[in-house]
């Protein structure tokens, strides 16, 4: 375990929804799909 803590939020009836994750020197946001893969860029 290196600290992070992906979070998802808004997920909507068909699984799809918001992620994100807090890093130590930045963070990564992205989107959570229907068929469950999560894509996260850094912002």
């Given at each position: 375990?290196?600290?992070?803590?992906?979070?998802?939020?808004?997920?909507?009836?068909?699984?799809?929804g918001?992620?994100?994750e807090?890093l130590?020197?930045f963070?990564?946001?992205?989107t959570?799909?229907a068929?469950?893969k999560?894509?996260l860029?850094v912002?």
């Amino acid at each position: 375990a290196n600290g992070t803590r992906l979070e998802y939020s808004d997920i909507k009836s068909d699984g799809s929804g918001k992620a994100k994750e807090v890093l130590k020197d930045f963070t990564l946001e992205g989107t959570l799909a229907a068929d469950g893969k999560t894509t996260l860029k850094v912002t």
